[in-house]
């Protein structure tokens, strides 16, 4: 099933399985058309288990990664990069090491000054166009880490030292990568919303039930900082990939 809300594309798949191929192969099919066009593709990618299925499907694609410059979208604040909780540590075991991109610009979280290296990495992201962005939704609706209330649509920075929503600290702790909520960092470092709109296409890849309300209010709700991943409906190339149980719909006979 294919409709639009707004600007956004989506898809409801008749089963999740087949949900992380879609994301890859649209993705395969982007960053091959914009290195034919431009030699390079300059990709921002999301982490987390919902993105998994994604990264082991690109293991059966033929992607020219020697092309890619990779971004990831945020960091925690105050964990070392060795950590294994850590999204850059993420993007290194599943997406560096199996396929090693030409270049790999990592967050450093435990930077002296979070906003000096929020400024430092904007300024990489700044330097030539975002051709890709590959991203889930929170369960609380953020993008990137930009939360509820929080997100500012019309934010001139693209990367920002961000509060994290308690909601969100929860979500770490329930997929397994924390303990407790209280060894989750109170703070990351994210890119904005426009930061992630500036993708020339974006890709949002969701699956599991536990995100169903999200979606729900993404596809229904006023464009709004309340809802932060309503920011995606007015996107010019967007594409969001559901299945049954995350877009609660039910599952075909």
Not at 6 to 33: C, N
Request: aromatic share 6%.
């Amino acid at each position: 099933m294919t409709f639009a809300v707004d600007g956004l594309t989506v898809e409801i798949h008749e089963r999740a399985e087949g949900l992380g191929d879609r994301a890859a192969t649209l993705f395969t099919d982007a960053v091959r058309a914009v290195v034919d066009e431009h030699g390079e593709a300059r990709v921002l990618i999301g982490t987390g288990n919902a993105q998994l299925p994604f990264v082991r499907a690109l293991a059966t694609k033929d992607i020219p990664w020697a092309a890619v410059t990779l971004f990831q979208i945020a960091e925690y604040v105050g964990l070392p990069l060795d950590h294994p909780a850590t999204y850059g540590t993420w993007i290194q075991e599943h997406l560096v090491e199996p396929f090693q991109p030409g270049i790999v610009h990592r967050l450093d979280g435990d930077a002296e000054s979070p906003l000096a290296e929020a400024e430092r990495y904007e300024a990489l992201l700044r330097e030539d166009p975002i051709d890709i962005v590959l991203l889930g939704i929170g369960e609380n609706a953020h993008i990137g880490l930009n939360e509820p209330h929080a997100a500012w649509f019309e934010d001139p920075r693209w990367v920002r030292v961000v509060a994290l929503a308690e909601a969100s600290r929860q979500q770490e702790v329930g997929e397994g990568h924390f303990a407790v909520i209280d060894d989750v960092p109170a703070r990351a470092i994210s890119v904005t919303v426009p930061g992630l709109l500036a993708g020339e296409k974006i890709i949002v890849n969701v699956p599991e039930r536990r995100k169903a309300a999200a979606i729900a209010a993404t596809l229904s709700a006023p464009v709004g900082p309340a809802v932060p991943s309503t920011a995606l409906r007015t996107h010019h190339d967007a594409i969001l990939l559901l299945e049954p149980e995350s877009s609660n719909a039910p599952s075909p006979d």
